[in-house]
C-alpha cells in the first residue's frame, strides 16, 4: 500500500513537471511572436509614415 501512494505522487509530480514545462515553453513562444509582430507592426507604420509624406489621398467620384 505505501508503494501505491509513493507511485501515485511520483506519477503526479512527473505529470505536473510535464504540464509545466509545456505551459511554459507555449508562454514563451507567444511572447516571442507577439515581440516580433509588434516590431513589424511598428516599422510598417513607421514606413508609412515617412513614405506618405503630406500626400492627403482623397477618394474622387
Same mark, same amino acid.
Given at each position: 500500500? *505505501?508503494?501505491?501512494? &509513493?507511485?501515485?505522487?511520483?506519477?503526479?509530480? &512527473? #505529470? *505536473?513537471? /510535464?504540464?509545466? %514545462? &509545456?505551459?511554459?515553453?507555449? /508562454?514563451? +513562444? &507567444?511572447?516571442?511572436?507577439?515581440?516580433? #509582430?509588434? #516590431?513589424? *507592426?511598428?516599422?510598417? #507604420? +513607421?514606413?508609412? +509614415?515617412?513614405?506618405?509624406?503630406?500626400?492627403?489621398?482623397?477618394?474622387? %467620384?
Amino acid at each position: 500500500m *505505501f508503494w501505491k501512494i &509513493v507511485g501515485g505522487l511520483l506519477l503526479a509530480w &512527473v #505529470a *505536473f513537471m /510535464v504540464i509545466g %514545462s &509545456v505551459i511554459g515553453f507555449l /508562454v514563451e +513562444a &507567444v511572447f516571442w511572436i507577439a515581440l516580433i #509582430a509588434g #516590431a513589424a *507592426f511598428l516599422g510598417t #507604420a +513607421a514606413y508609412g +509614415a515617412i513614405k506618405g509624406g503630406g500626400k492627403n489621398k482623397q477618394i474622387r %467620384s
